[in-house]
């Protein structure tokens, strides 16, 4: 989102347009797929913690929403890269005018 290299994918989705708008304004229903740097909210799947960062040991739904979770990011990231590829334009910065025209619920 035209953020400098310091900031984390978390904060710049705190401080962008488009990220404010989709909080105030998330469709029941509709999510966004976040790994473990993002906070959970009620739009947001983000997987469970690992018994590592503080948590107990993960139970099997918890270990298969997790693989499940990651799957469907890593396709996701595969997509938005071939998209970049093919697209040039999507490389670069854009601006979040008219959010309301581009995204459609």
């Not at 347009?17 to 909080?23: A, K, M, S």
């Not at 960062?53 to 979770?69: D, K």
Request: glycine share 8%; charged share 25%; with cysteine.
């Amino acid at each position: 989102l035209g953020r400098p290299g310091s900031f984390s994918d978390k904060k710049i989705w705190k401080l962008s347009e488009l990220g404010n708008t989709f909080r105030a304004k998330a469709p029941k229903g509709c999510y966004i797929i976040g790994d473990s740097g993002y906070s959970l909210f009620p739009w947001l799947m983000v997987p469970y913690l690992q018994h590592e960062e503080g948590w107990g040991p993960l139970n099997p739904r918890q270990a298969h929403f997790n693989y499940a979770l990651s799957s469907t990011r890593m396709a996701v990231e595969c997509v938005f890269s071939r998209l970049k590829e093919r697209f040039r334009v999507l490389k670069g910065p854009m601006t979040e005018k008219l959010l309301e025209t581009t995204v459609k619920p």
